[in-house]
């Protein structure tokens, strides 16, 4: 069976309005599994500001930290969340294996993930 175009604009309106809802940073190590249900060395997270669903088949999430928030930590991975800021159920992780961002006070922190139903 093919998806139609109302099909797949449709799920991406789906996953803007009820998809992961939390954006998670952490700073440890690992690769990210199939069966991981939180960020590993979880450093901070937050309620995703932006959602967008405004191009055709694709949802965006975006999370912004400012310098004092990131100042000191290792950013080892990321991920995107349902629930609450402390746990919740995982859709999706990146992890830099072995290539931490160390932030030294002096720079900020913005994620853009980036959904494409096909």
């Known amino acids: 069976m093919v998806a139609t175009d ?5 799920l991406a309106l789906l996953l803007a309005s ?6 998670v940073i952490g700073s440890g190590s690992g ?3 199939t069966n991981a249900t939180w960020i ?7 309620a995703v500001p932006t959602v967008n669903s405004g ?9 912004d930290w ?3 928030t990131m100042s000191g930590l290792r ?4 991920g995107l969340s349902i629930g609450s800021t ?9 992890a830099f294996d072995g290539n931490a961002i160390v932030f030294d006070g002096s720079s900020e922190l913005q994620i853009q993930v980036n959904w494409e139903v096909f």
Not at 55 to 63: F, V
């Open 6 to 10: 109302i099909s797949k604009s449709g």
């Open 18 to 23: 009820n998809g992961p809802n939390i954006l």
């Open 31 to 33: 690769a990210g599994g």
């Open 40 to 46: 590993y060395g979880d450093l901070d997270s937050q």
């Open 55 to 63: 191009t055709l088949y694709k949802t965006a999430y975006q999370g």
């Open 66 to 68: 400012d310098s004092v």
């Open 75 to 78: 950013l080892s991975n990321f």
């Open 86 to 94: 402390t746990s919740g159920e995982l859709w999706g992780i990146e």
